[in-house]
């Protein structure tokens, strides 16, 4: 970064926008990335065979002269994410595709909102207008509605209406991220130095061993350069781009794909370039070494409802943001509703950075570890292996089911009343095994107890793939064998009546209870 703060101007040169291609699944992304990357004249030139690297530049005429634009082939806004979770940025501006026959649908909403956390402006693709049905104006009013306003009613977003399957106006489009490019970005890098940049996928090849795709960011890389990438190290022994010509030396904002590395880095892993083989290795090792390390040091100083006043204090945040997850969607606008009136002064601000129904995924908590934010789920739970992913990033994750509980915890911990005011106390989970419909005792949960205790009497819900399908249940009878019992224990048997009729084999019985925390 020293070295940085001493190039003078005269040493950035003018670089290549980065582009991700975002959007609705089966709206075309992957369908617009072909069309964009076979209007690449040079792909022509050099016998049209592309092969995949996760990158690739094309150029574009914008009035006499041509400029080339770098795309990251790997579409949609899970990657983008996933790299800045890694402390990689990489994108400078992404194409949001929405299908005109189908228009703004939740992932469109979720790309955009991670677009909009990472600060990076927005072309809108409105594709498939070659179909009936299409209604580009439509898609316009939707995403006004979300603060991307067309050019064309004073707004400052670019629309343009293609058709990724016919080809058609993919020059406009291209046209479009470079004028946004050029309004909105001061895209500059220094060629002239060491090379560094990013990691954007890598491989094992059986032949080859690891090839491994970098974005060179700033400076210039050449072959023989001893190189570090995440904890990976080596020698560029051969580069190649795209359409496998072979490269010596490769400049900002250009993928290529790289030989020589002796381990695999990961997708959005940095790189540099070492001084010598040796230096490359111990940078390598301390890095592995200071990975382990800043996970552990993640973990205690992340974001939570608990420790917000502490960090406030700290300085290291001023903005409590949240990801609101729920089971349907007006649940989610009124707990959003119900938490935007809080008032909280003028200490901290209040963000809502993302926002929708469904369980709590993987992508929730990269979004929440590159924000620190807390994630809320109003009747959801955190799909498989996400709980523990948000353990190890140390990412807040809290429960409710009813609204208020919610507010009030959130209100405490902005206010900095330290603890929140309801606990919900896990008791016991319990998982169905086999239904049982009778006339007289109505649906008989026949169940296995997976952990803690289910009593009779306490409080009930029924998660279904990871949503509340029920929340407001009681164990109203318990037996073991023939006997009505008041308790049973983890991986012990029972026959459980909720009361309820939508049971179904493969449900989990979670038990709980509130428990009121002291103020002190
Ligand atoms: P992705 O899930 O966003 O990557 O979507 P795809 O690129 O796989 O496209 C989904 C489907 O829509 C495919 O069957 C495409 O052929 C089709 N499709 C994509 N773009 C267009 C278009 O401009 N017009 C029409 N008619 N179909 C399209």
Redo the contacts with the bound molecule.
Sequence with gaps: EAEEAAWSDEDLEARPPVVT?M?????????????IRSTDVVAGEAGGITQSIGAYQVRVSVGDERRPITFIDT??HEAFTAMRARGAEVTDIAIL?V?A?DGVMPQTIEALNHAQAANVPIVVAV?????EGANPDKIRGQLTEYGLVPEEYGGDTMFVD?????R?HIDELLEAVVLTADAALDLRANPHSDARGVTIEAKLDKGRGATTTVLVQQGTLRVGDPIVAGSAYGRVRAMFDEHGQVLEEVGPARPALVLGLTSVPSAGDSFIVAPDDRTARQIADKREAAERAALLAKRRKRVSLENLTDVLKEGKVDTLNLILKGDSSGAVEALEDSLLKIDVGDEVALRIIHRGVGAITQNDVNLATVDSAVIIGFNVRPAERVAEMADREGVDMKFYSVIYAAIEDVEASMKGMLKPVYEEVALGTAEIRQVFHSSKFGSIAGSIVRSGIIRRGTKARLVRGGVVVAGELTIETLRREKDDVTEVREGYECGINLGFRDIAEGDVIETWEMREKPRD
């Design positions: 291609v959007g609705h699944v089966d709206h075309g992304k992957t369908k617009l990335l072909d069309a579409p949609g595709v299908a026959d594709n498939k207008i070659d179909k293609i058709s990724a399957k016919q058609l």
